[in-house]
């Protein structure tokens, strides 16, 4: 059982960065990856990140904009936010998943969330 914690959240500025932590609590090869979820909206993907870092697919609302990267040695997966929209608040999850985690289902291990707050 794989346990994922975030951290980094907080409220921003639009136009302003964020950089999203979470920790594994143990070695893993999962794919590793960020959902979010606004209020009243389902929970969508972000991003994900392979355990070489080789393959990084993103969601078509945040390239260019945010960037993921992993350090095994540390068993943490990172998200850097840039160039912050309103439209970008919501509880962001992270994910630990056997296969490419581009719907909801598909990972095998959550994390608790952090939330982003983006103020115009």
């Known amino acids: 059982q794989v346990q994922l914690v975030e951290s980094g959240g907080g409220l921003v500025q639009a136009g302003g960065s964020l950089r999203l932590s979470c920790a594994a609590s143990e070695r893993t090869t999962y794919i590793m990856g960020w959902f979010r979820q606004a209020p009243g909206k389902e929970r969508e993907f972000v991003a994900a990140?392979?355990?070489?870092?080789?393959?990084?697919p993103y969601a078509d609302s945040v390239k260019g904009r945010f960037t993921i990267s992993r350090d095994n040695a540390k068993n943490t997966v990172y998200l850097q936010m840039n160039s912050l929209k309103p439209e970008d608040t919501a509880a962001y999850y992270c994910v630990a998943s056997r296969v490419v985690p581009t719907r909801p289902g598909d990972p095998n291990y959550w994390g608790q969330g952090t939330q982003v707050t983006v103020s115009s």
């Open positions: 990140i392979n355990y070489s870092g080789r393959s990084t």
